[in-house]
């Protein structure tokens, strides 16, 4: 596969073994508390690779309280192998202050399950891990050509794009969904004013006994646009902490929104926009506030669900100029629960 999604495949760490990359990940208001949710292990790696989650990695909820793009909570799950019949056991931990941020703190097991089952928490929270449909949507030409964009500094190139024929790249396709739902009572603790910063990260066990980053994310949309050709920078976004964001690429990003920008003529000082872009766009974490409805919209970002447009909205702020893909969350065969684990069921005969 030689493009990268919202977050799909999008760098060759994340290639080597996509059941550590991380597709996408959305937050919002469940049932009873804060979803979150991050998906692995996409169909589209091939039917020859292993499915399901990595025994030897670790997939983490990454959760900022107070505004400094630092860890105050984390969720962490861990995996057995997985058995002939699909079926893996999980392990989920919760890790507080600085062991949130540590990965090698045991914090404290609040759960034990297994995949296609749900779980409840100690502190009222609830998992579910499994196989599930994506609902992620875009079309796939309109993604070539925003890679092509940033890549070169150009406007996109649709001139041989029909949008009453576009199509969603992702129908049929299927995902390995980590699904996590934590009452307010757990997270208003570690916050001001009951706003957060969400970022999803996996690791791998090193030969030296340590973990290696692989995948992180955070906002939708990042990967493709800036690093779908640059295979460097996607594996540079993926091993940092969010809080170097700004300072490690916040300069590389912004030059190429502004020669995109420049190339619409979408703005009378094309950098000064980049810089407010970046701004925006960096620390890479998704905001959201407990209790509320969330939207990832133009006006704001706050969470994600799992139909929201992302590509429409990331393209065009990115190039300040409108951009329509020409598809929405009807093209998505299955459709989401409102009811726990939230996520699309598998369709039949899907990939």
């Given at each position: 596969?030689?493009?990268?999604?919202?977050?799909?495949?999008?760098?060759?760490?994340?290639?080597?073994?996509?059941?550590?990359?991380?597709?996408?990940?959305?937050?919002?208001?469940?049932?009873?508390?804060?979803?979150?949710?991050?998906?692995?292990?996409?169909?589209?790696?091939?039917?020859?690779?292993?499915?399901?989650?990595?025994?030897?990695?670790?997939?983490?909820?990454?959760?900022?309280?107070?505004?400094?793009?630092?860890?105050?909570?984390?969720?962490?799950?861990?995996?057995?192998?997985?058995?002939?019949?699909?079926?893996?056991?999980?392990?989920?931990?919760?890790?507080?202050?600085s062991d949130a941020g540590d990965p090698s703190a045991s914090g404290t097991v609040v759960a034990r399950g297994r995949s296609e089952q749900s779980v409840e928490?100690?502190?009222?929270?609830?998992?579910?891990?499994?196989?599930?449909?994506?609902?992620?949507?875009?079309?796939?030409?309109?993604?070539?050509?925003?890679?092509?964009?940033?890549?070169?500094?150009?406007a996109l190139d649709l001139s041989h794009w029909d949008s009453a024929e576009a199509k969603n790249l992702f129908a049929g396709h299927t995902v390995y969904s980590i699904v996590l739902e934590v009452p307010d009572g757990e997270l208003l603790p570690i916050t001001q004013e009951g706003n957060i910063g969400v970022w999803a990260l996996t690791s791998l066990a090193t030969d030296s006994g340590g973990w290696g980053p692989i995948n992180r994310a955070g906002l939708p949309m990042i990967h493709p646009l800036f690093a779908q050709l640059n295979d460097s920078l996607g594996n540079d976004l993926n091993t940092n902490k969010p809080a170097d964001d700004l300072h490690l690429h916040g300069s590389t990003i912004a030059d190429m929104v502004a020669a995109v920008v420049s190339a619409y003529g979408a703005a009378e000082n094309p950098q000064a926009y980049a810089r407010v872009f970046v701004d925006r766009l960096f620390p890479n974490m998704?905001?959201?506030?407990?209790?509320?409805?969330?939207?990832?919209?133009?006006?704001?970002?706050?969470?994600?669900?799992?139909?929201?447009?992302?590509?429409?909205?990331?393209?065009?702020?990115?190039?300040?100029?409108?951009?329509?893909?020409?598809?929405?969350?009807?093209?998505?065969?299955?459709?989401?629960?409102?009811?726990?684990?939230?996520?699309?069921?598998?369709?039949?005969g899907s990939v």
């Open positions: 596969m030689e493009i990268g999604m919202s977050h799909h495949l999008d760098s060759p760490l994340a290639r080597q073994d996509p059941r550590l990359d991380i597709t996408d990940l959305f937050v919002f208001r469940g049932e009873r508390g804060t979803v979150f949710i991050s998906n692995h292990s996409h169909s589209l790696a091939g039917e020859d690779i292993p499915r399901g989650f990595q025994p030897e990695g670790m997939y983490e909820f990454k959760i900022d309280g107070d505004g400094d793009a630092v860890e105050d909570l984390t969720f962490r799950f861990t995996f057995g192998e997985r058995g002939e019949d699909g079926v893996q056991s999980y392990e989920l931990r919760r890790l507080v202050g928490a100690e502190g009222g929270s609830r998992a579910w891990v499994g196989k599930a449909s994506d609902p992620f949507f875009i079309d796939p030409d309109v993604l070539k050509a925003a890679g092509s964009a940033f890549q070169n500094g150009t998704l905001p959201y506030g407990i209790g509320t409805q969330a939207s990832y919209s133009f006006a704001s970002w706050n969470g994600r669900t799992l139909t929201d447009n992302t590509p429409d909205v990331m393209l065009t702020l990115a190039c300040n100029h409108p951009i329509a893909q020409g598809i929405s969350k009807d093209s998505v065969a299955t459709q989401v629960s409102r009811k726990f684990p939230y996520v699309p069921p598998t369709p039949p």
